[in-house]
């Protein structure tokens, strides 16, 4: 990050990007709660991820709103301007990520309250695994503004695809096989769509990374093919 003739525009970059990393943290306790919620059936903590999800929508807003006063303050351009696109990007990317963290609670909900007959045998933690390690990998890939590493976040989309590929397979195979589990599956299969739909937020936001630091938008193209003009550069 550049440093600035006025030392509060650098405090003001700073805290921003702070601030994102903090609502980061927020959604991905968010996230671990609801899987634990699912696999121990732990309704307090199904529900406290339920009730804590204004938290992550009132950060998104709080966040907006700073980048746009900054925006409007400072008229920054070149890189300051490429960080406060990303970030205003990546909070949405956040905001969204805490939403598929509550549907997973909501549907850990529903099934034990409905207990666990006709449940379908199926292991989502992996998936879970490798959702979580790219939205952990994305935050520290902004945190050190490290568009390498951003650009192989990007690359492991591909992993969680082919993991709700493979759920999804099984989950018509026990269906068909036993239509007593069809409720069941549905709504484990709500979990295993929301879990790729974290993974889609992620690789978002490790794109954003690679726009922030090299002024490059990889969101159609290979993140690490060669690198194109910077728009925002004159």
Do not use: W
Request: glycine share 4%; with cysteine; proline share 3%.
């Amino acid at each position: 990050m550049a440093v600035h003739i006025s030392k509060q525009f650098d405090a003001d970059l700073e805290d921003v990007r702070t601030r994102v990393l903090q609502m980061g943290g927020l959604v991905e306790d968010q996230i671990v709660k609801a899987i634990e919620g699912l696999a121990t059936g732990d309704l307090a903590l199904i529900e406290q991820v339920i009730a804590d999800d204004h938290r992550v929508n009132a950060l998104e807003v709080e966040l907006d709103e700073t980048c746009s006063r900054v925006i409007a303050k400072r008229q920054p351009a070149a890189s300051d301007l490429r960080l406060l696109i990303a970030v205003i990007k990546t909070i949405t990317d956040l905001e969204r990520i805490g939403d598929e963290a509550e549907k997973i609670a909501r549907m850990a909900k529903l099934v034990h309250t409905a207990g666990t007959v006709d449940m379908p045998r199926l292991e989502l933690k992996h998936v879970a695994n490798l959702a979580l390690g790219m939205l952990r990998k994305a935050l520290d890939t902004f945190a050190r503004l490290d568009s390498k590493a951003a650009a192989q976040v990007v690359q492991q989309d591909r992993l969680v695809d082919d993991e709700f590929r493979s759920i999804l397979r099984q989950l018509i195979t026990f269906m068909m096989e036993d239509p007593r589990t069809i409720t069941r599956s549905l709504e484990i299969l709500f979990v295993a769509k929301a879990l790729e739909r974290i993974g889609d937020h992620s690789k978002n936001m490790a794109e954003y990374v690679v726009y922030m630091v090299e002024g490059r938008d990889v969101r159609h193209i290979r993140a690490d093919a060669p690198p194109a003009k910077d728009p925002l550069a004159g």
